[in-house]
C-alpha cells in the first residue's frame, strides 16, 4: 500500500542535541512538507518540497534544517538552535503544490 | 501574513443532527481549500477538498465555498458520533509555491 511512513513515532533528547526525523513516501508524489503542532495551535509550515535537490523554508524555519537528495526522503533535523523544539511533528506529501496532502503518522519529540 | 480562522468550540450537536463548521482566509486570492479531521494524539486526514464557488457533496460530507465573503463550510450530515474530533480548514493562496495555511480547528462534540 501506498503510504507516508514517519518513524520513530515517539523521540526523546535531551536539550543541545540535534535530531533527525524521517519521512518517507511511496506515493510517488513530487511535493513534501514538514509542519509542527504544538497543543491548542494549528498546524506550521517549516520546510517544503516541490520537487528532488530544492525546499524552501516555511513560516517557522528558524532552527531546522532539511535536505531532499531523492524524491521518496525528505528528513528534518531539529537543530539546538530551535529554542523550543518539543512538538508533534506531522510530515505529509502531495501530487504538487496545492493539491490535498497526505500525512504520516506523525513524530512526537520531546527534548528535556 | 495569510490567516485562516476557525472558532475552536467545541461544538456540541446531538447525534443525527447536521454540524455546521466554519471558516474564514484572509487571502483574497486563495484557490484551494481543504477540510481535515483529526482524531486526538492522530495526524489529519483529508476529509473534503473544494476549488470553485458553491457547493461540493460527498456522502454525508458537504464543503461549502464563498470566495467572495472569503468563508468555506463545512457540513456533516446524520451526525455519528464517530465524527468526534477537531476539524482543521486549509487554505492555498494560488500562484504560491509553498504549503497550505491551516486553521487552528474547531472541536466537534456529537452528543449520543
Known amino acids: 500500500d501506498g503510504g507516508i511512513t514517519q518513524s520513530p513515532k515517539y523521540l526523546f533528547r535531551k536539550e543541545g542535541q540535534n535530531v533527525t526525523l524521517s519521512c518517507e513516501q511511496n506515493l510517488n508524489h513530487d511535493a513534501m512538507y514538514w509542519y509542527r503542532q504544538d497543543p491548542g495551535q494549528g498546524l506550521r509550515l517549516i520546510y517544503y518540497?516541490?520537487?528532488?535537490?530544492?525546499?524552501q523554508k516555511g513560516d517557522i524555519a528558524e532552527g531546522y534544517s532539511v535536505s531532499r537528495e531523492k524524491k521518496e526522503s525528505f528528513p528534518l533535523t531539529v537543530t539546538s538552535a530551535q529554542k523550543n523544539p518539543t512538538a508533534f511533528y506531522l510530515c505529509?506529501?502531495?501530487?504538487?503544490?496545492?493539491?490535498?496532502?497526505?500525512f504520516g503518522n506523525g513524530t512526537r519529540l520531546t527534548v528535556t | 501574513q495569510k490567516e485562516v480562522e476557525q472558532n475552536s468550540g467545541p461544538l456540541s450537536v446531538p447525534e443525527g443532527a447536521i454540524a455546521s463548521l466554519n471558516c474564514t482566509y484572509s487571502d483574497r486570492g486563495s484557490q484551494s481549500f481543504f477540510w481535515y479531521r483529526q482524531y486526538s494524539g492522530k495526524s489529519p486526514e483529508l476529509i473534503m477538498f473544494i476549488y470553485s464557488n458553491g457547493d461540493k457533496e460527498d456522502g454525508r460530507f458537504t464543503a461549502q465555498l464563498n470566495k467572495a465573503s472569503q468563508y468555506v463550510s463545512l457540513l456533516i450530515r446524520d451526525s455519528q458520533p464517530s465524527d468526534s474530533a477537531t476539524y482543521l480548514c486549509?487554505?492555498?493562496?494560488?500562484?504560491?509555491?509553498?504549503?497550505?495555511?491551516f486553521g487552528k480547528g474547531t472541536h466537534l462534540l456529537i452528543q449520543p
Open positions: 518540497s516541490q520537487i528532488v535537490n530544492d525546499f
Open positions: 505529509a506529501s502531495s501530487i504538487r503544490v496545492g493539491e490535498p496532502l497526505h
Open positions: 486549509a487554505v492555498h493562496s494560488g500562484g504560491g509555491a509553498d504549503g497550505l495555511t
